[in-house]
């Protein structure tokens, strides 16, 4: 069974460069989420998708990030003019709406290193 | 104000012995969910178990158990017979009601199991 999957695995970008992370859910998975790792803490919420919906983007920390799920499956999210503070990793996670406690299933990441 | 707080950076246990992971959470919110999740040095972040705010028993799951203490806000990780391959880094995590279903996290507790 396919779990959740993004790529690349690792990007190295050139600051002021923009970047495309890929996330693929679970086959079903009405819901999706894209979180912020950095270095040595937990994750930290961006933003929230249900079908095709972006239903919170409170946590986009600015104006170029920007998230999308036009046929409510893959989801991309891309940084415009990367900046050394968004080095990071890029977790997402998808959920089926349903069941009790809709445990969110994570993707192995996307490890970012702005130059 | 921090929603989950993990006051321990690190942990170490013996194999076979038990070990409590601390965890306390701040909400005003009747209803919310408590989650941990382990992340081994893969990255992936992986679901141990939940605790419903309603829910009348401590949550187990095999060697998991959560200590629900919910007049003290706390929501401790149980862990019996440690393992070696239970080193990570786990991540005690709360979803609160609303229409989103976003997961606030700590800051992570670092288990290391010796032999």
């Known amino acids: 069974g396919a779990g959740v999957s993004q790529s690349p695995r690792y990007k190295v970008a050139k600051r002021g460069q923009d970047v495309a992370l890929r996330c693929d859910p679970i086959s079903g998975h009405v819901s999706l989420f894209w979180y912020q790792q950095a270095l040595g803490q937990g994750p930290e919420f961006l933003t929230y998708f249900q079908n095709e919906a972006q239903l919170d983007k409170s946590g986009l920390p600015s104006d170029r990030f920007f998230a999308e799920r036009p046929e409510g499956s893959v989801s991309t999210l891309k940084i415009q003019r990367t900046q050394q503070e968004d080095s990071a990793v890029y977790l997402c996670?998808?959920?089926?709406?349903?069941?009790?406690?809709?445990?969110?299933?994570f993707g192995p990441g996307t490890r970012l290193t702005v130059l | 104000a921090q929603k989950i707080t993990q006051t321990q950076p690190g942990m170490f246990v013996q194999e076979k012995e038990a070990v409590t992971l601390d965890c306390t959470y701040d909400t005003s919110d009747p209803s919310y969910g408590l989650f941990w999740y382990k992340q081994p040095s893969s990255g992936e972040m992986i679901f141990l178990i939940y605790q419903g705010s309603y829910d009348q028993q401590n949550a187990t799951e095999g060697r998991y158990s959560l200590n629900f203490q919910k007049a003290r806000k706390s929501a401790n990780l149980v862990i019996s017979a440690s393992q070696l391959g239970d080193s990570a880094m786990y991540f005690c995590a709360m979803r609160e009601g609303g229409n989103t279903d976003k997961l606030i996290f700590g800051t992570g507790t670092r288990l290391q199991v010796f032999p």
């Open positions: 996670a998808s959920s089926f709406l349903g069941n009790s406690y809709n445990e969110q299933f």
